[in-house]
Structures are given as C-alpha cells and as structure tokens.
T-cell receptor
C-alpha cells in the first residue's frame, strides 16, 4: 500500500494560466474525491468519482474547473483561467465504496496564483 | 454546512489523556460520527468512526452518548506528535443518501500537546 499520491506538490502560476493536477489513489479503491482547503479552514468538498463516473459535484466547482477519471484509476483536476482566489491546497482522497469506507488523503497540491 | 460543533482549541499535557468533545444534536439515525485529524501541511488522517456504540482502535477511543447528540474522542496518552487539528464529521451511511460520499469538514479543534 503506497498511499494516495498527488503531483505536483506545489504549483505557482500566473493569473489566467491553466493548471492541471494529478491524483493516484490507493490501487484497490474505486472512489476518488477532490477537496479544496484555504488557510485556516477545513477542507471543502469539490467532487467525487466512483470508478470513472463522476457522481457528485459541489457548487464550488465553477465552469473553470473540470475533473476526470478516464479509466477509473488516476484522476486529473484542471483549472482554466486561474484567478487569485483559486490559491489553495487541493486534496485528493480515495476509499472503497462501502457505506463506511474511510477516506485516505494524499499530501495535497498547493496552488499559488500570482 | 457542517453538522457538528467543536471547541476551537484545547491544550493537553504530554502523557495525559486528551478528551475532545463534539456536539451533533441534529444527527440522523443512519448517520455515523467520524473523526479525522490534520497535522500541519499534511492531508487529513482518518482516526475512528462509530454509529452508536463506543469504539476503540489503536489510535483512539470514541464515546457516543446514548442519545447520539454528542461524542468524545479520547487519545489515551497524548504525545507531542498528536498536536493537530481534529475534525468531527457526521456522515450518512445509506448508499442513496446525499451525504453518503463526501465529508463535510467544520473548523475543527486545534489540539496542542505541550511537554
């Protein structure tokens, strides 16, 4: 069990640029979640997948955000036309799909938009 | 919105038990209580969860009141490495429930363990 991994760990970009983050879940986990965390706040849910199907999206996920999990394994989160307000830690988690499946979190990608 | 209320901060002496309270007065019958913690600059870490019975694992114990409106996470022998933000989360247990997948985090309790 290698845990959930995220890449990159840090990203600095200029306003208006597009960025893409990758998450590799624990291999046998069929659920994958994305959260966003700003300084001093708890993580906020963005979206989640069961296998390759995106089952729920938060209203926080504006049209500039898109997430994919094409083969039910790794996932990508893309932000288009970044804004300074997008600066945050982006966390990925995975779990089994049972009713009590604990979510295991990755280390996060810290995005800074200048 | 988070369905739980926690004190913003607590202190504990190293080696002593840390008892972290959580109120969840609107919890439904099929909702579980989960605890996660987040050490600075890391992703949240699962600790324990329960429905109505008390639970214990290698990390902590969870005591849930009989009316299920509150619970307490107990770290029996706190160490400096237990300094973290602790989140109490109520989460649905039915596959079709709207709260089934996601975790809704509140502000949590900042636990500081001091020597």
């Amino acid at each position: 069990d290698t845990g959930v991994s995220q890449d990159p760990r840090h990203k600095i970009t200029k306003r208006g640029q597009n960025v893409t983050f990758r998450c590799d879940p624990i291999s046998e986990h069929n659920r994958l979640y994305w959260y966003r965390q700003t300084l001093g706040q708890g993580p906020e849910f963005l979206t989640y997948f069961q296998n390759e199907a995106q089952l729920e999206k938060s209203r926080l996920l504006s049209d500039r955000f898109s997430a994919e999990r094409p083969k039910g394994s790794f996932s990508t989160l893309e932000i288009q036309r970044t804004e300074q307000g997008d600066s945050a830690m982006y966390l990925c988690a995975s779990s089994l799909s049972g009713a009590q499946g604990e979510q295991y979190f990755g280390p996060g990608t810290r995005l800074t938009v200048t | 919105d988070a369905k739980t209320t926690q004190p913003p901060s607590m202190d504990c002496a190293e080696g002593r038990a840390a008892n972290l309270p959580c109120n969840h007065s609107t919890i439904s019958g099929n909702e579980y209580v989960y605890w996660y913690r987040q050490i600075h600059s890391q992703g949240p870490q699962y600790i324990i969860h329960g429905l109505k019975n008390n639970e214990t694992n290698e990390m902590a114990s969870l005591i849930i009141t009989e009316d299920r409106k509150s619970s307490t996470l107990i770290l029996p022998h706190a160490t400096l490495r237990d300094t973290a933000v602790y989140y109490c989360i109520v989460r649905g247990g039915n596959a079709g429930g709207t709260s089934y997948g996601k975790l809704t985090f509140g502000q949590g309790t900042i636990l500081t363990v001091h020597p």
